[in-house]
């Protein structure tokens, strides 16, 4: 589960808190990583061959992400924090790094600026 706190983002596990980022942080990175972005659907077929093709079927450019709207969305519950450990019978932690993800449907809510284009 992922929360926020005063200027903290904190992931639980089990009631627990594992994690935690000062929203300051979150934000630098949001501006310099996702400042503009576009998202693709997807559609995908067999060829008579039976090889898989994919068409692009939309595309979704934004631009201005927000740490006010990533903020909300934590609170709704569309992001998420998963973390990547592994344990290996030697017992040391390997850390294989953490991915920020948003439900699909609320990508766009993130970003002050988006345009859908279809191609279907």
Not at 32 to 58: M, N, P, W, Y
Not at 90 to 116: C, M, N, P, Q, V
Request: glycine fraction near 4%.
């Amino acid at each position: 589960m992922l929360r926020t706190e005063g200027d903290t983002f904190r992931a639980y596990r089990n009631g627990e808190p594992v994690l935690e980022y000062d929203a300051e942080v979150i934000e630098a990175a949001l501006l310099s990583k996702h400042s503009q972005t576009a998202f693709l659907d997807l559609a995908t077929a067999r060829d008579d061959a039976g090889r898989e093709t994919c068409s692009v079927t939309s595309v979704t450019y934004c631009k201005h992400a927000s740490i006010l709207r990533l903020r909300k969305l934590v609170e709704a519950g569309d992001a998420y924090l998963d973390l990547t450990l592994s344990q290996p019978p030697d017992g040391k932690l390997k850390d294989h790094g953490f991915l920020w993800r948003l439900r699909t449907e609320a990508i766009e809510r993130l970003y002050l600026e988006s345009r859908r284009d279809s191609r279907a």
